[in-house]
Nanobody
């Protein structure tokens, strides 16, 4: 079992930056690929970014490529999402997840953190 707690969301103007953090419990953090997903009002949850167990590989949705960076610190059991050049369409609840590295297979989810980008 892994428990995930996101933080770092908030209100930011378009063009601004935020860094999300996701702290994981347990001693098996490095056993999991980690991902970030988001869900905007009235829309389905979508994949944002993923990072492999030791951070050697990353994946990004086309909509965030070049603006967002996922990273992890296994010593701190934490995964990050640095979000730059934010756009109003990035407004959503952001969730971190633990599972198999990739776009879809995740077993454990956090409660989410709200990101709102004003125009």
């Amino acid at each position: 079992q892994v428990q995930l707690v996101e933080s770092g969301g908030g209100l930011v103007q378009a063009g601004g930056s935020l860094r999300l953090s996701c702290a994981a419990s347990g001693r098996t953090f490095s056993s999991y690929g980690m991902g970030w997903f988001r869900q905007a009002p009235g829309k389905e949850r979508e994949f944002v970014a993923a990072i492999s167990r030791y951070g050697l590989n990353t994946l990004y949705a086309d909509s965030v490529k070049g603006r967002f960076t996922i990273s992890r610190d296994n010593a701190k059991n934490t995964v990050y999402l640095q979000m730059n050049s934010l756009k109003p369409e990035d407004t959503a609840v952001y969730y971190c997840a633990a599972g198999s590295y990739g776009r879809t297979h995740y077993d454990f989810w956090g409660q989410g953190t709200q990101v709102t980008v004003s125009s």
